[in-house]
């Protein structure tokens, strides 16, 4: 209907014809809620040029509560963008976008230019709340009247009873208006919160230079929409995952079991959140890739190859030291004449002298005692025969320790410490004294071995350099991944200088969580376990520090960390996995008594406008789809603020 064919409706928004201005209310205060702005001059609406500007103060009251619908509550004006298109005329309309559902909506309601300034202001009225609006005594009483009821049937009242419905709905639909506030900076909110978390001492300065664009924008906006604050939980949490490229949402990032759970048993009937586990799990996985690219870039898939590159560093550090002894030995052994001066007999009483004095002469096996014993067959004791007794003896032990013959073991030790010690007897002061330095070369290299295990069994293995060592399997294992700290200390030090071993080592550490999270370490696929994960870097974590750098190590903790959040799934929430159905989930979510109190609202308001029982269905449609857009949207949950009890 027009405006302006009512008598009562034009003097209540003040006609274009100034002769038909009058109220015919007999109620004085009626009649100044719907008088003309100024009758002589009456103002056309920007809306609709042949339709005048509302009257005030009811006209501004209306224009007022319709601007903070539109643009105060923005997600309210979408729920409804049929109901307001209906009354539009534009049942088609395509808005776009949420900033143009609120400058479409508020079209109809805008000030005129020269508006009084005692007209309301939208962003307080905001503040104060949609309900307050419709409060006011002036509007409950216009509305009551007879002018009030017409006008209303065209637009006030439709919009008079969503108010309500839309103030008891909103905090449900995840409102977007917020009152406008100045730009807050990613580094501004995380310093605040940060304090705030610290009971306002000045928390560490966190590195936001490679923050996404997408999450510093979303820590802005969610900002801007709380008055400054966002949820401390969530933000830690998103900026966590962001180093990985993961999104998390908003159930991962606020840890709300029951959002969490919604999550997960809707992913039949919303496919993006099957979509984002998906995308979720190859970051994952690309994520711990990335820590072997920054420390380990040519480490090898698996830890036997591993393994031979640090055995091989390992003998490229003793050969010089070994070298330098064998040269000493050398000069010596030239010096006595060609071979070591060696009394027949001796040697064998020597050593078993001090294998008697450990009680496990018994326990020396039969080959490594006659191995000592052809040392007294008076064939010339020469440095070759001498370095291949110690390689031997060396073998047996390792021999003996594998196969968990501690006794053995334990004799061959001396038995081969003996043999290091053996002092040539009724040397003359120029021998002894080449003897003395050759001792102090052999006591250097021996030391080295005995306090690095690894070194040991590599230098040891009986096979030159660059060919596969028979102690390659189970080596990493053994002397690395479950190494005790004061070993692999001296391992951190003997092998600093080689950035090969270095890596390898790093490398076997990413493999083995890698493998712990069930990734294939050859195709490189899988579902990445996060408790797999996670149980093994903490069996790592005594040791870590000493095989890989403490910034790739940190970041692996921080992957656990993302990994974990992003499938936790806390018990008494009934996580579905075959699924829940989508309207159980939008009844738990909203909530029957606030959608039935919207839907008993929007039923007093039929008119013109399909906004009862026919049009519940589309809302909870929309509902669904716009929570799964909430809870997947970059930086899901910092707006979501904890209340205190």
């Known amino acids: 209907m027009s405006l302006d064919s009512d008598p009562e409706i034009a003097a209540a928004f003040g006609s274009a014809d100034t002769s038909s201005a009058a109220s015919t209310s007999s109620d004085p205060e009626i009649s100044a809620a719907f008088a003309s702005r100024d009758d002589s001059t009456?103002?056309?609406?920007?809306?609709?040029?042949?339709?005048?500007?509302?009257?005030?103060?009811?006209?501004?009251?209306?224009?007022?509560?319709?601007?903070?619908?539109?643009?105060?509550?923005?997600?309210?004006?979408?729920?409804?963008?049929?109901?307001?298109?209906?009354?539009?005329?534009?049942?088609?309309?395509?808005?776009?976008?949420?900033?143009?559902?609120?400058?479409?909506?508020?079209?109809?309601?805008?000030?005129?230019?020269?508006?009084?300034?005692?007209?309301?202001?939208?962003?307080?009225?905001?503040?104060?709340?949609?309900?307050?609006?419709?409060?006011?005594?002036?509007?409950?009483?216009?509305?009551?009247?007879?002018?009030?009821?017409?006008?209303?049937?065209?637009?006030?009242?439709?919009?008079?009873?969503?108010?309500?419905?839309?103030?008891?709905?909103?905090?449900?639909?995840?409102?977007?208006?917020?009152?406008?506030?100045?730009a807050f900076t990613p580094e501004a909110v995380v310093s605040r919160t940060a304090a705030e978390q610290s009971g306002g001492a000045a928390?560490?300065?966190?590195?936001?230079?490679?923050?996404?664009?997408?999450?510093?924008?979303?820590?802005?906006?969610?900002?801007?929409?709380?008055?400054?604050?966002?949820?401390?939980?969530?933000?830690?949490?998103?900026?966590?995952?962001d180093e990985f490229g993961i999104r998390l949402t908003q159930g991962q990032a606020t840890g709300d079991g029951a959002q969490l759970a919604d999550e997960f048993n809707t992913r039949n009937q919303n496919p993006a959140f099957a979509e984002r586990k998906v995308q979720t799990n190859q970051k994952l996985i690309d994520g711990i890739n990335g820590i072997k690219e920054d420390v380990a870039p040519a480490a090898a898939v698996d830890h036997e190859g591993n393994a031979q590159t640090v055995i091989d560093a390992y003998k490229d550090k003793y050969a010089p030291i070994a070298a330098d002894a064998k040269a000493k030995w050398t000069k010596f052994q030239d010096a006595a004449g060609g071979a070591l001066p060696l009394e027949p007999g001796d040697f064998t009483t020597q050593i078993g002298a001090a294998l008697k004095k450990t009680g496990k002469t018994r326990y020396l096996p039969a080959d490594v005692a006659g191995d000592i014993k052809d040392i007294d067959d008076g064939e010339p004791f020469t440095v070759e025969r001498w370095d291949n007794l110690k390689t031997n003896l060396a073998g047996a032990q390792r021999t003996a320790e594998r196969t968990g013959n501690g006794n053995a073991g334990l004799a061959i030790s001396a038995a081969r410490d003996a043999v290091e010690n053996y002092q040539f007897p009724n040397l003359d002061p120029k021998l002894q004294a080449m003897n003395n330095e050759a001792r102090a070369a052999t006591s250097?290299?021996?030391?080295?071995?005995?306090?690095?295990?690894?070194?040991?069994?590599?230098?040891?293995?009986?096979?030159?350099?660059?060919?596969?060592?028979?102690?390659?399997?189970?080596?990493?294992?053994k002397y690395f991944l479950?190494?005790?700290?004061?070993?692999?200390?001296?391992?951190?030090?003997?092998?600093?200088?080689?950035?090969?071993?270095?890596?390898?080592?790093?490398?076997?550490?990413?493999?083995?969580?890698?493998?712990?999270?069930?990734?294939?370490?050859?195709?490189?696929?899988?579902?990445?376990?996060?408790?797999?994960?996670?149980?093994?870097?903490?069996?790592?974590?005594?040791?870590?520090?000493?095989?890989?750098?403490?910034?790739?190590?940190?970041?692996?903790?921080?992957?656990?960390?993302?990994?974990?959040?992003?499938?936790?799934?806390?018990?008494?929430?009934?996580?579905?996995?075959?699924?829940?159905?989508?309207?159980?989930?939008?009844?738990?979510?909203?909530?029957?008594?606030?959608?039935?109190?919207?839907?008993?609202?929007?039923?007093?308001?039929?008119?013109?406008?399909?906004?009862?029982?026919?049009?519940?269905?589309?809302?909870?449609?929309?509902?669904?789809?716009?929570?799964?857009?909430?809870?997947?949207?970059?930086?899901?949950?910092?707006?979501?603020?904890?209340?205190?009890?």
């Open 42 to 182: 009456p103002k056309k609406s920007l809306y609709d040029p042949n339709r005048p500007t509302f009257g005030a103060p009811l006209g501004n009251a209306v224009i007022d509560l319709g601007g903070a619908i539109a643009r105060g509550v923005g997600t309210v004006g979408d729920a409804f963008r049929n109901t307001v298109r209906t009354f539009e005329g534009k049942p088609n309309i395509d808005y776009g976008s949420p900033e143009s559902y609120g400058t479409a909506l508020s079209a109809p309601f805008t000030h005129a230019p020269d508006a009084p300034e005692s007209a309301p202001d939208v962003k307080e009225q905001i503040r104060r709340g949609l309900p307050k609006l419709t409060d006011q005594p002036i509007v409950r009483k216009a509305l009551d009247s007879p002018a009030g009821q017409t006008l209303t049937q065209d637009v006030a009242k439709p919009l008079a009873m969503i108010a309500p419905a839309a103030a008891a709905v909103a905090p449900v639909l995840g409102a977007t208006g917020a009152p406008e506030a100045e």
């Open 203 to 241: 928390g560490a300065a966190r590195d936001l230079s490679n923050t996404s664009p997408e999450l510093r924008q979303a820590i802005t906006q969610a900002a801007q929409k709380t008055g400054g604050a966002v949820n401390p939980e969530a933000l830690d949490k998103q900026l966590k995952a």
């Open 444 to 477: 250097q290299k021996y030391a080295m071995l005995r306090a690095d295990p690894a070194m040991d069994a590599a230098v040891n293995d009986g096979v030159p350099r660059g060919q596969l060592s028979p102690e390659a399997k189970g080596y990493m294992e």
């Open 482 to 645: 479950k190494g005790n700290k004061a070993d692999l200390e001296k391992a951190q030090a003997n092998l600093a200088g080689n950035p090969d071993a270095q890596g390898a080592i790093a490398g076997s550490v990413t493999n083995e969580l890698k493998k712990a999270a069930g990734i294939d370490l050859y195709r490189n696929d899988g579902n990445f376990s996060q408790s797999g994960y996670n149980t093994r870097l903490n069996e790592l974590q005594p040791r870590i520090k000493y095989l890989m750098d403490p910034d790739a190590a940190d970041k692996a903790f921080r992957l656990g960390d993302v990994a974990r959040d992003a499938q936790r799934q806390p018990t008494g929430y009934g996580f579905n996995n075959s699924g829940t159905s989508v309207a159980a989930q939008v009844a738990k979510r909203v909530g029957a008594g606030a959608l039935n109190a919207a839907e008993h609202v929007a039923n007093m308001a039929t008119g013109k406008l399909k906004l009862g029982t026919g049009a519940r269905e589309e809302i909870e449609n929309w509902k669904d789809s716009k929570w799964v857009e909430d809870s997947l949207k970059p930086g899901a949950g910092l707006d979501k603020l904890k209340t205190t009890p």
